[in-house]
């Protein structure tokens, strides 16, 4: 059975950084897409970021919502079966929960729907 536990999240103040990583277990790591989504009070959880697998046929891509872009980087190890999201100028607006996800099929993807698999999520706080 996949599992996902994400660590790394934190308080920082506005134009700070955090690393997020998620770690897998469970699952054949490289022909997953994986995603990070964040769920902020009374809102609907929201895409932040995606990538695919360098195993896949068309080679390493990433995905990004446009209010992150430019500041945040999803990378992953293979090797160590995790996924990481880089997150710099980090704004109070960026306050929320964060989600890593995953998706067999090599290819990530924007929609919450198209994945399987879900860590427990960690708390990032930016305050101004």
């Known amino acids: 059975q996949a599992q996902l536990v994400e660590s790394g999240g934190g308080s920082v103040q506005t134009g700070g950084s955090l690393r997020l990583s998620c770690a897998a277990s469970?699952?054949?790591?490289?022909?997953?897409?994986l995603g990070w989504f964040r769920q902020a009070p009374g809102k609907e959880r929201e895409f932040v970021a995606a990538d695919s697998s360098s195993d896949s046929p068309s080679g390493y891509s990433t995905y990004y919502a446009d209010s992150v872009k430019g500041r945040f980087t999803i990378s992953r190890d293979n090797a160590k079966s995790t996924v990481y999201l880089q997150m710099n100028s980090l704004k109070p607006e960026d306050t929320a929960v964060y989600y890593c996800?995953?998706?067999?099929?090599?290819?990530?993807?924007?929609?919450?729907?198209?994945?399987?698999?879900w860590g427990q999520g960690t708390q990032v706080t930016v305050s101004s």
């Open positions: 469970g699952l054949i790591f490289s022909i997953y897409g």
């Open positions: 996800a995953a998706r067999l099929g090599y290819r990530g993807a924007t929609s919450e729907y198209e994945y399987t698999d």
